[in-house]
């Protein structure tokens, strides 16, 4: 990278942090609240037999399988679009990180001490976040896990990835980027695409992991914008895109209408599924 051009991208990850300073955003992990609204026993009922998806905006999921397993996605909780009020989930079996930028780490570090999740990421991000080590999951594209009656499978992604463990400190390389495909027994398979560009290997994903539900950014600047997510739903065949990485700042200028005129535009039936922050959904 050049270094005009890593001035226009410092500056803007920078300007993208300013914009979520503006709107209040805390710079630490705001303390976990106490889930006195759902007891553990009523919403685990709720849950039989469906596999529950709750956005959290941005990149962030929470995802509820019928076999019990809280699996958290890139979990910044403390997002601009992140459900007000909230609580976050009392128990989790595993938290997966895409890379190490400050968007998808998140709250892994509190969230993980608070739940005693584990925590998937690439080797390198997981020795960075210094975890447990009972916790910590390093690994790397082509690793595969089980996780109660998830299977998760760990797959390229077009991106970059660096993690700044104090916000005015030096990035370090944090591993290759990473998304993952998660196989839920009695459920979807879903694919969270981490921060990527549309890539033709996409189409090896389909034909191994067969995801029927792609979770794909957006936004456009860093990652994917409608167009382009519109060819990767194409290559990956699924029949649900729910998109992500959008509106979070000005920048990230991709919505979920473009991506349903993109998509008509393919003639593809693939339908647009765009999720309220903090609302669970039944997949
Ligand atoms: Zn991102």
Same mark, same amino acid.
């Given at each position: 990278?050049?270094?005009?051009?890593?001035?226009?991208?410092?500056?803007?990850?920078? @300007?993208?942090? &300013?914009?979520?300073?503006?709107?209040?955003?805390?710079? /630490?992990?705001?303390?976990? =609240?106490?889930?006195?609204?759902?007891?553990?026993?009523?919403?685990?009922?709720?849950?039989?037999?469906?596999? *529950?998806?709750?956005?959290?905006?941005?990149?962030?999921?929470?995802? =509820?399988? %019928?076999?019990? +397993?809280?699996?958290?996605? !890139?979990?910044?909780?403390?997002?601009?679009? $992140?459900?007000?009020?909230?609580?976050?989930? *009392?128990?989790?079996?595993?938290?997966? #990180?895409?890379?190490?930028?400050?968007?998808?780490?998140?709250?892994?570090?509190?969230?993980?001490?608070?739940?005693? $999740?584990?925590?998937?990421?690439?080797? *390198?991000?997981?020795?960075?976040?210094?975890?447990? *080590?009972?916790?910590?999951?390093?690994?790397?594209?082509? @690793?595969?896990?089980?996780?109660? !009656?998830?299977?998760?499978?760990?797959?390229?992604?077009?991106?970059?990835?660096?993690?700044? $463990?104090?916000?005015? &400190?030096?990035?370090?390389?944090?591993?290759?980027?990473?998304?993952? #495909?998660?196989?839920?027994?009695?459920?979807? /398979?879903?694919?969270?695409?981490? !921060?990527?560009?549309?890539?033709?290997?996409?189409?090896?994903?389909?034909?191994?992991?067969?995801?029927?539900?792609?979770?794909?950014?957006?936004? &456009?600047?860093?990652?994917?914008?409608?167009?382009?997510?519109?060819? +990767?739903?194409?290559?990956?065949?699924?029949?649900?895109?729910?998109?992500?990485?959008?509106?979070?700042?000005?920048?990230?200028?991709? /919505? %979920? !209408?473009?991506?349903?005129?993109?998509?008509?535009?393919?003639? +593809?039936? /693939? =339908?647009?599924?765009?999720?309220? %922050?903090? =609302?669970?959904? $039944?997949?």
């Amino acid at each position: 990278m050049g270094n005009k051009l890593k001035a226009v991208v410092v500056g803007a990850v920078l @300007g993208v942090a &300013g914009a979520a300073f503006a709107q209040g955003t805390p710079t /630490t992990p705001a303390a976990p =609240k106490a889930d006195v609204k759902a007891p553990a026993k009523a919403a685990a009922g709720k849950a039989a037999g469906k596999t *529950e998806v709750t956005w959290w905006g941005h990149a962030a999921f929470v995802v =509820k399988t %019928p076999g019990g +397993a809280t699996i958290a996605i !890139d979990p910044w909780f403390t997002n601009p679009k $992140a459900p007000q009020g909230a609580t976050w989930p *009392e128990a989790v079996d595993a938290i997966l #990180v895409s890379h190490g930028h400050f968007d998808h780490v998140g709250e892994t570090k509190a969230l993980a001490q608070k739940t005693s $999740a584990k925590v998937y990421g690439s080797f *390198e991000l997981v020795n960075l976040l210094g975890l447990p *080590e009972a916790q910590g999951m390093g690994a790397n594209a082509g @690793g595969t896990f089980t996780v109660k !009656d998830a299977t998760i499978h760990l797959v390229e992604a077009v991106h970059s990835s660096s993690y700044q $463990a104090d916000p005015k &400190g030096a990035s370090q390389y944090a591993g290759a980027p990473l998304g993952f #495909v998660i196989e839920i027994a009695n459920g979807p /398979t879903l694919y969270h695409s981490g !921060d990527t560009a549309a890539f033709s290997s996409m189409a090896l994903i389909a034909e191994q992991f067969k995801p029927t539900v792609a979770l794909l950014p957006i936004g &456009g600047h860093f990652t994917m914008d409608p167009a382009q997510a519109s060819v +990767a739903a194409k290559l990956l065949k699924v029949k649900t895109v729910v998109p992500m990485h959008y509106g979070t700042f000005p920048a990230l200028a991709g /919505t %979920p !209408d473009a991506l349903t005129t993109e998509l008509k535009k393919t003639r +593809a039936t /693939t =339908k647009v599924l765009a999720l309220e %922050p903090g =609302k669970a959904t $039944a997949l």
